[in-house]
């Protein structure tokens, strides 16, 4: 019975389908359980949080990416996956820090100041939490002294900095100079990203790390993880 | 069912109806005065014994036919509306109908040339550490082989609804003889889709046509399927009646097989360069051969074949990527469709000699204008260049990919209650979530099929390497099985028609 349910939230979290009300790729699935039932239906079984996380999710989200790789799957399809991989990841957070298991880390996300875009952080966001990560969105147009007062309130290994114009691009060097004023530069690791951001001005404005796109982004994040 | 095609829901018309009417009557003004030469004399006599003015010029050995108008208009009544072209898969047969503006893509028609591309690396001269892969390209004479593989190809393009073979079989043993029944049965065999052919010599058509029989499993069956068809292009512009494909057109329909009845004048030399006057030209010479189809066999089933050019400006050839072709076959698509007769049209022809960026745009102006004109058979679409004398197999997988993108932009847009309903419940869960985020909703889009895949031949990066990955595609679609034709038909058919050669034959070992 227990293979069974987590067997049934692999196959959901590989077909992106959050809840019951999910038409799934076919459209016909609408009433039958998704992942967050899945996964508060295995808890009520008394299963082991560890064990939906690395055979339900985990193993899932490795088929997905295979898919993505074989070119089977698209973006929306590794997305909608993530999604509901953070969905469930927040329904088992009590129950894993009861256990004694922590997130994978802990990542702050913002698009800074004067820029409304916030696409590309959302994407972020979703595979961020899809992975395991903890993840907490400050939104769009956030100035520097929110940021410098949230990473000093919420202490997060990783940072992550979204924008899309070139005119709000340089907002990122005043946060990171902002975190370095406030004495918390050392205590984050600092990533960014998006449309008009490359490698060259990560370095030039002293950012730890810079991510092409989402899935390089997690990549990264894992690696400054690391190397911290 | 039939294969699906694309229904156009909006078509794009040049001529409004008083432009119409004006065409038709320059067309019935054409045939009345000056008339058709004829070269032909069972036709000239069908037309004569029909109240045609027929007079004779011994010295050219021709007829000079003057139709009445009353003559075409009772024609008319009798051409069927609606063209069935069977397959040896029938959920690959095709429902032409002149009433409704379902478009299907074909192949066609007869190269000499055979394009082959290659991959080849080539160094940097001042850094030999830089290479890069570059497609060259190969011409060769195209031959039964390459026909079988052209063939195989065609099964395996999803936009490809209809065959027509798009290589001249030049092989030393193939002869005017034996050519007919080689060119159908390698098609045949390595096909489930409608093969539509001309005639090389008349004298093979009752063999061809038995090979069709065998595989339908009877002359019955073969009429309520019919898998083959054939075009004549009767006319040799401007106006002349030839006698070698007229008896053709006599013979197949005599035979009840379907027929497109082609003509095929270049604007500005066998024909008008002006619009209204090529057109109402074409128009005079197709619906004289339809004239002549129904007054032979009544109700023969025929499909209203135009196929006007431009002439080139730089050496009178055929040019097929300019914007008056598009005038021209718009014009005759609209005719067709004033008489109720599904449309046999061209798009897709490139005229520079290989693919790239020249052969995309002068192939896609007319696969999307023409389409969206409600053609119901549009043939030239895939793979040809240099203004049709080649083939090549890279740029047909190409444009499969291009049809297809042209197919899902024709589609009937879905707004009605229930979609507009789905919309708003959408977008009200999406605005309750945190991310706001629509993407889970194109899933199941995706897998419907309403949702268009990216370009499949897109590169890394800043690369272009749509050349390299569409000759990539090529060899993988050439790997894939077909359906040949199974062994005892195919035993049957090597007994009863002559002329096949045998290493045409799969089952055959050795």
Redesign the interface.
Known sequence: MNDEVIEHIKQNVIQGRMDKEDEGFDGEMVGQPGVKELVQQALDEGIDPRRIVVKGLTEAMKIVGEKYEAKEYFIPDMLASAETVGAAMDILAPYLAASGVSPRGKVLMATVKGDLHDIGKNIVTIILKGAGYEVKDLGADVGPEQIVASVREEQPDLLGLSALLTTTMMAMKETIESLTQAGLRDKVKVIIGGAPISAEFAAEIGADGYGADAFHAVRIVGELQQSS | MPREGVLVHSIYERLNRDQMERIHGASMEILRHPGIICYNRDAADVFSSHGAKVTTDPAARCWQVSIPEALVLSVLNTTPKVVRLGARREENSLILDGGEPRVYFSSGSETNVWLDMRVETFVNKADHSIELELATFHQRRGMLADLCAAARLGEHLDNLDGFIRPVNIQDEDITEENKDVNKFFACLNNMTKHVMAGLTSLDRLDEVIRMAEIITDGEEELRRNPIISFITCVFKSPLQMVDDTTQKCIEVVRRGMPLVISASPQGGSTAPIKEDGMVAQINAEILCGIALSQLINPGTPVIYGSVPTRAGLDDLADSYGVPEFNHYNVDCVQMARFYGLPCYSTAGVADVKVPGIQATVEKLFSHIVIALSGAQYIHYAFGLLDKTATFCPVQAVLDDAHIGMVKSLLCAPKVDEAEVAASLEQIR?VMAT????F??Y???K???GEVT??YPFEGDKAKDEVLLQAHKRVQELLQRPVEHIPPQTNEMIFREVPGILHRLNVYHEG
């Open positions: 869960k945190p991310q706001k985020f993407v889970r194109i899933r199941p995706l897998r419907s895949l990216p």
